[in-house]
């Protein structure tokens, strides 16, 4: 991976300001007032370098961070019941179930609102039903079968309800009145089955005792009868005075009758209203329940309505009283383990109280916060290594499963949350502080040097190079333009314009870096010398 100048500068910057500490500058900063003392007396500015080789080694990339471990998922068992709890049967440290019931409570004043509830609900429908069977009756319909004698209305005329809308006459049911002898009069009862035998082709057909006479009457030959009428079915051919006999069981009559039509039926209004539609005409031959006409009934709308609005209103309350009942069965919300519990069978709970608490121990989790020029580096799912000073000597494995793109910026810079979950644990607790390192970047033996030493445009002093006429460099070095990779901060990767063994040299990376490097090594008195990369170079007037 090629990198910029600038980008490697950058990140060296904040690696040596979170390095350094107020003491360490202090002393720096004396170191510096000394050595340009120095120099002034020696008629110029010291100039300090150090030298390094190109070498083979490993650059392993990475980022810290700290936080507090929290549970997988925390849950606040709170109710807006009240009552006395009959049952808690749980302790804290348990481990419950999502759904498992951890409190009952006397629910007895709510099962009688329930109680309540539904038969108000059972009233709302039966009334809502009667609202719907008015509406339907607008459809004016015929109470018998036969013919429309009359029309009694014209569209557009206003009705009470009772009016007289139409008349049918019922031509499909004929009744027979017949004498039967007193004796058996008094033994035959309305709805029993007769059979009524025309006269004039002697054909039998079924009807049913309709009503029997009180009054006795005395036919020739003193006989003594009583009047039964019976009903029948027209089957379409029998008409008005046709001759008939009739039996009911055993009793036969004691003489013979005629057919008559039932008669007509009146339709009247079921409510108040205005006549819209006509289905039928005079004359016209209708069925039992066939529409004739159609009446529109602002008084039946609003019924039905006003019935609507009262069922709804009663099947929420119904259900808010399910709810209100259910409610006093107390449920874990989740899977884990009890920590808290505060309330147990006998208390008398208020509402709003919290009951107990719940944590999800099945992994953990702690969020880090990590600078604005490194979020970058971080995506889901990369590995992070995780200790903790209360678990010694246990390394933990975690695996970053978040990375948050809303920041928060204070004293000039911006972090973001990362969140990394544990999932083996071992002796890990909720509330514990972390230690997380990540690793952003890692190579194996490749050609590398201080990142210190790379300058602008990628560019690096080396021994044996042309100096090109530049006073201002050490003697026998020059500028060599080279490719760079990763770097851990301290080395940078050399991807191109270097061989191993090279010789370079370079200047701290800022003056107070520089100067301690130099206390480091032991410049304090004058006398040459460098960090560990190699012996210092100092230039200068007089040097």
């Known amino acids: 991976m090629v990198q910029t100048l600038e980008s490697v500068k950058e990140r060296l910057k904040h690696v040596k300001k979170k390095r350094l500490v107020a003491v360490v500058v202090v002393a720096a900063l004396g170191i510096f007032v000394w050595r340009s003392c120095f120099a002034a007396g020696r008629g110029g500015p010291v100039v300090s370098y ?15 961070g700290s936080g507090t471990l929290e549970p997988a998922d925390a849950y606040t068992v709170t109710t807006l019941t009240s009552g006395e709890i009959l049952s808690a049967d749980f302790e804290e440290g348990d481990t419950v179930e999502e759904d498992e019931t951890l409190y009952e409570v006397d629910s007895s004043d709510a099962a009688s609102s329930l109680e309540r509830a539904e038969l108000t609900l059972h009233q709302a429908q039966r009334s809502y039903e009667r609202a719907l069977e008015s509406q339907a009756d607008l459809d004016v319909k015929s109470t018998v079968s036969g013919t429309v004698e009359e029309i009694l209305v014209e569209a557009g005329d206003d009705v ?14 004929l009744e027979l009145e017949i004498p039967f002898l007193a004796q058996d009069a008094q033994t035959i009862a309305a709805g029993q089955s007769a059979q009524v035998t025309l006269g004039s082709t002697f054909e039998t057909l079924p009807g049913t005792v309709a009503a029997v006479s009180g009054a006795n009457q005395v036919l020739t030959g003193n006989r003594i009868v009583r009047t039964v009428t019976i009903e029948l079915h027209n089957p379409g051919a029998i008409t008005d005075g046709t001759t008939a006999t009739a039996q009911v069981g055993d009793l036969s009559c004691a003489g013979s009758g005629t057919l008559q039509s039932k008669g007509s039926a009146t339709v009247t209004a079921p409510a108040s209203g205005t006549v819209t539609n006509f289905y039928v005409s005079e004359g016209s031959r209708v069925g039992r329940d066939q529409a004739l006409l159609h009446i529109d009934s602002d008084t039946v709308a609003d019924q039905v309505d006003s019935a609507y609005r009262t069922l709804r209103d009663a099947e929420i309350a119904l259900e808010n009283q399910n709810d209100t009942l259910e409610s006093y069965t107390i449920t874990s919300p989740i899977h884990g383990t009890i920590v808290e519990k505060l309330y147990k069978a006998g208390d008398t709970l208020e509402a709003g109280r919290t009951l107990c608490t719940i944590y999800d121990l099945s992994y953990l989790t702690v969020t880090l916060y990590i600078d604005e020029l490194d979020i970058g580096k971080l995506q889901e799912g990369q590995a992070v290594s995780v200790t903790a000073d209360a678990v010694a000597g246990e390394t933990f494995d975690g695996r970053v499963t978040n990375v948050s793109i809303k920041g928060s910026a204070s004293g000039g810079a911006t972090t973001y949350p990362v969140t990394v979950r544990i999932d083996d644990t071992g002796g890990l607790l909720p509330g514990m502080n972390v ?7 890692s190579v194996q033996d490749v050609l590398r040097i201080p990142a210190a030493a790379v300058s602008r445009g990628n560019r690096v002093l080396v021994y044996g190079e042309d100096s090109g006429g530049d006073e201002t460099i050490p003697e026998g070095y020059g500028w060599r333009e080279i490719a760079i990779g990763e770097t851990d901060g301290d080395y940078v990767e050399v991807l191109s314009g270097l061989s191993e063994g090279d010789q370079i040299t370079y200047q701290p990376a800022d003056t107070s870096s520089s100067l301690l490097e130099l206390m480091m090594s032991g410049g304090m008195g004058g006398a040459p010398g460098g960090m560990g990369e190699g012996p210092a170079v100092m230039t200068g007037p007089g040097m």
Not at 51 to 57: F, I, L, S, V
Request: aromatic share 0%; net charge negative.
């Open 50 to 64: 150090l030298t390094a080789q190109a070498d083979r080694g490993d650059i392993v990339s990475t980022l810290s």
């Open 160 to 173: 009470a309800a009772g009016q007289e809308l139409a008349r049918v006459r019922d031509q499909d049911t």
């Open 435 to 441: 230690d997380c390192t990540i690793t952003t970047a």
